[in-house]
């Protein structure tokens, strides 16, 4: 059957039951959250999960094992796939934000683009320092100016870490 175009019908009925196995899985976790999850016409299940503290591969491996002991393969045949953000993943979630306090992200918003340290984050936007290069308002040469910017989450196209090496 793999390989094979399932009916909507039996992936709704399947996508419901992922998600209470989900919703139960995260109740005993209440560190790990969702971020995406999506199944294939061939049922094909993905899912990215995150945490407050990261996450380790025995993380990935407790919602693979929640899920996958709880379908009936011989109702259903589907694959799974339980995997992390990852270090270079776009931030999703606002809840993602707080773990990188102090840390400098890049933000692209539909009219710019922002790269600083990230302060503090609300429910509703996030809050961006950063030093720029800027002329003196008197003489010549330059001067190190600090800026900062409060940026609604509704008008964040793109935010991603930036990671150092």
Known sequence: MRGLRVPSFYRKMLKDKIDLLLLDCFDQRTDLFLIDFSISENNEIKIKIDGDNGVKVEDCMFINRAIE????????????????????SPLISARQYIKHFGRTISVRTSDDNYEGKLISSTDKSIHLVWKERQPKPIGKGKITVEKSIDIDFNQIKEAKVKVKF
Request: charged content about 30%; aromatic content about 4%; overall charge negative.
């Open 69 to 88: 002991g709880n379908i009936d393969r011989d109702e259903i045949d589907f694959s799974l796939e339980v995997a992390s953000c990852g270090a270079s």
